[in-house]
């Protein structure tokens, strides 16, 4: 009876060893991926062009601050006291408007990215899940994370597959 049991028990290991040897390995570098695509350069190209506008922007301004402040800085010892009041509540209204404008501006700049990026991260981990489980891979790896200390040569280089599933050449 003990012997069925180890024999039993030896089994199990051996098959679950079996199953954990016979698991397939995929690896990709998501970033390759994303400039592959072509949606990737129309969407940087909106996202640059509403960087430079905003940078315009914030250029102008700068330019408007600081003509006021040398405009100060020139006439102040001729201003009166409420005079001069004025003009340094109006310099520091400009700087705080200014970094406001920078803040916004960085959160409107990231919302951009968000909004025109997703649809495309999603459309490539659909593609790369897709792949996956059409090839029975267990794990995808993604290289674009980092350098993995060691993969195996066994290991599945699925860009291809997942180029071809996206018609990207």
Known sequence: MKSTVKLTIMAILLLMGGSVIAQKFAHINS?????????????????????????????????E?????DDYLQ???????????????????MQERIQQFQQIAQQELENQ????????????????????????????????LGNPIYFSE????ILPMVKERLGIE
């Open 65 to 69: 601050l600081n003509k006021k402040y």
């Open 154 to 157: 066994e290991s599945v280089d």
């Open 31 to 63: 970033q390759e991926l994303l400039m592959a695509m072509p949606e990737s350069d129309s969407a940087q190209a909106a996202i640059e062009n509403l960087a430079e506008n905003y940078e315009l922007q914030l250029e102008e301004m700068q330019v």
């Open 113 to 144: 990215r968000n909004t025109l990026l997703r649809p495309i991260l999603d459309k490539a981990n659909n593609a790369v899940r897709a792949v996956a489980e059409e090839n029975g891979f267990m794990y995808v790896f993604d290289l674009s």
């Open 75 to 93: 006439n102040r010892d001729t201003y009166t006291n409420l005079i001069r009041q004025t003009k340094e509540a109006e310099i520091t209204d």
